[in-house]
C-alpha cells in the first residue's frame, strides 16, 4: 500500500547536534510538506516543496532545513540554531491539482537532552 | 492571509449523543476547500471529511456531517451516535494558495 513513511518514531537530540528526520512516500504526490505541532498551537507550517530542488520557508523555518532532490523524500534537519526544538513532527504530502487533503506521515518525537 | 480558528479547546460528549465542533475561517481565496482531520492518542492524523465551497450541499460520510455556512466563514463538525472510538484530537483545515491551514484544534473526550 502506498503511503508515508517517518522515522525514527522517537528521536533525542544533545544540545548542539544537528539532527536529521527522514520522510519517505511512494504515493507519486508532488507536494511535501514538514509541520510542527506543540500543545496548544496546532500544526505550523516548517517549510514545503511543490516541486524537486525547489522548497520554500513555512511560518516557522528559523532553525531548520530541507532538501528535495528526489520526488519521494524531503528529509527535514533540526540545525543547532533551532532555539526549542523539542516537539512532535509531522509530515504530509499532496498531489497538486487535486483536493483530497493531506496524506500524513506517522509522525516524529524529537526530545533534546 | 487564511486564517483558522478552533474556539473550543476541549469538548465532551456522552456515548451514542450527538457533538459539534466549531470552526470559522477567512481566506482570501476564491475556489477553496475544507477539511477536518482527526488525531487519535497514536497521532497519526486522519481526514475525516472535506468540503467544497463552492458546493451548497453540506458534506456527510457515515455519522460525520458538517454545517458549512459560506457567508458566515463557518464550518462546524457534527459526530452523530458518538463512540468511545471518537475520542481524539480533531483540526479544521482550509486549503491556501500551496498549502492548508490548521486550527489549533479541539480535544473531544468520550464518556461512557
Known amino acids: 500500500d502506498g503511503g508515508i513513511t517517518q522515522s525514527p518514531k522517537y528521536l533525542f537530540r544533545k544540545e548542539g547536534q544537528n539532527v536529521t528526520l527522514s520522510c519517505e512516500q511512494n504515493l507519486n504526490h508532488d507536494a511535501m510538506y514538514w509541520y510542527r505541532q506543540d500543545p496548544g498551537q496546532g500544526l505550523r507550517l516548517i517549510y514545503y516543496?511543490?516541486?524537486?530542488?525547489?522548497?520554500q520557508k513555512g511560518d516557522i523555518a528559523e532553525g531548520y532545513s530541507v532538501s528535495r532532490e528526489k520526488k519521494e523524500s524531503f528529509p527535514l534537519t533540526v540545525t543547532s540554531a533551532q532555539k526549542n526544538p523539542t516537539a512532535f513532527y509531522l509530515c504530509?504530502?499532496?498531489?497538486?491539482?487535486?483536493?483530497?487533503?493531506?496524506?500524513f506521515g506517522s509522525g516524529t518525537r524529537l526530545t533534546v537532552v | 492571509a487564511q486564517t483558522v480558528t478552533q474556539s473550543q479547546p476541549e469538548m465532551s460528549v456522552q456515548e451514542a449523543e450527538t457533538v459539534t465542533l466549531s470552526c470559522t475561517y477567512d481566506t482570501s481565496e476564491s475556489d477553496y476547500y475544507l477539511f477536518w482531520y482527526k488525531q487519535p492518542p497514536s497521532r497519526q492524523m486522519i481526514l475525516v471529511i472535506r468540503?467544497?465551497?463552492?458546493?451548497?450541499q453540506n458534506a456527510t460520510e457515515n455519522r460525520f456531517s458538517v454545517n458549512f455556512q459560506k457567508a458566515a466563514k463557518s464550518f462546524s463538525l457534527k459526530i452523530s451516535d458518538s463512540q468511545l472510538g471518537d475520542a481524539a484530537m480533531y483540526f479544521c483545515a482550509t486549503s491556501g494558495t500551496y498549502k492548508y491551514i490548521f486550527g489549533t484544534g479541539t480535544r473531544l473526550k468520550v464518556l461512557a
Open positions: 468540503q467544497e465551497a463552492y458546493k451548497q
Open positions: 516543496s511543490q516541486i524537486v530542488n525547489d522548497f
Open positions: 504530509a504530502s499532496r498531489q497538486v491539482g487535486t483536493w483530497n487533503g493531506y496524506t
